[in-house]
């Protein structure tokens, strides 16, 4: 944990409380912290800032001196639709993703999507995960995750209203490399003069708005052609054909080295 979050119920300011076991197990093993040492915290939908520790007992561990200043970073303009993965790596690729900072998760069903993973009771602890992530990320604002047990329905009838400019769907088959990709929209939308937003002298990449992530093994065929009927470019991002969460990780790292944060 790289920041202690709290809900806004453990705060009367200049006053919190911590009551997490995971929490206090954290700053009293890993922080090594006692009465006087000052914790980063934050509250959950708020702001970040400092905390002194006042008085540590078994269960719970008072604050004080709460200051409450420093606005979370902005989340990354990208939505992400990934296929179900295996439970033992759902945690991690949502931790991830939202260390990472994206502002929307679909988790939907695939063709190598096994039914049993719908039924995991991972899925019941998606905002603990969640919590686990913006601590590591130093954010307070979670990402809005939605689940869809159906896959044409959702590409045929939702996916489009999820698309404000450009999308793409990850396959390690496809001809086009995503860098490759991003050098034709750099390209065409710099010859429309709306590729480049100029801020203070500076420019800015405009990267797709969604990006379609498989499961292990990735999509097949039939769902690659559904989505490519919604305006989804198929790219690989390189000749290896990697870990979902080596996937994950990858492709968001340019929506992270180009936002500014």
């Known amino acids: 944990m790289n920041c202690i979050l709290l809900p806004a119920t453990h705060f009367s300011l200049p006053f919190a409380y911590i009551d997490a076991p995971s929490q206090i197990e954290h700053i009293q093993k890993v922080l090594d912290a006692t009465v006087g040492d000052t914790l980063k915290i934050g509250?959950?939908?708020?702001?970040?800032?400092?905390?002194?520790?006042?008085?540590?007992?078994?269960?719970?561990?008072?604050?004080?001196?709460?200051?409450?200043?420093?606005?979370?970073?902005?989340?990354?303009?990208?939505?992400?639709?990934?296929?179900?993965?295996?439970?033992?790596?759902?945690?991690?690729?949502?931790?991830?993703?939202?260390?990472?900072?994206?502002?929307?998760?679909v988790l939907i069903n695939s063709y190598r999507t096994q039914k049993s993973y719908w039924q995991s009771p991972l899925l019941a602890r998606l905002d603990e995960f969640v919590l686990e992530g913006l601590q590591q990320g130093v954010d307070t604002v979670a990402p809005r995750i939605t689940l869809q047990k159906r896959f044409k329905p959702f590409v045929e009838d939702e996916l489009a209203s999820l698309i404000t400019g450009h999308a793409i769907v990850a396959h390690p088959y496809s001809e086009l490399s995503l860098m490759q990709y991003l050098q034709q929209l750099a390209l065409l939308q710099s010859q429309s003069q709306s590729f480049l937003a100029l801020t203070e002298g500076q420019t800015k990449t405009v990267l797709p708005s969604v990006v379609c992530i498989g499961a292990e093994g990735g999509w097949?065929?039939?769902?690659?052609?559904?989505?490519?009927?919604?305006?989804?470019?198929?790219?690989?991002?390189?000749?290896?054909?990697?870990?979902?969460?080596t996937a994950v990780n990858v492709i968001l790292g340019h929506w992270l080295l180009n936002s500014g944060c």
């Open 43 to 105: 509250q959950l939908d708020g702001k970040l800032g400092t905390a002194v520790i006042d008085k540590i007992s078994e269960d719970s561990i008072d604050l004080r001196e709460v200051h409450l200043s420093k606005q979370p970073p902005a989340k990354l303009d990208v939505t992400v639709i990934l296929a179900l993965p295996r439970p033992k790596v759902l945690r991690r690729l949502i931790m991830d993703m939202t260390a990472l900072g994206v502002r929307d998760i």
């Open 220 to 245: 097949i065929d039939y769902e690659i052609d559904l989505f490519g009927a919604q305006g989804c470019q198929a790219v690989n991002i390189g000749s290896r054909v990697l870990r979902t969460e």
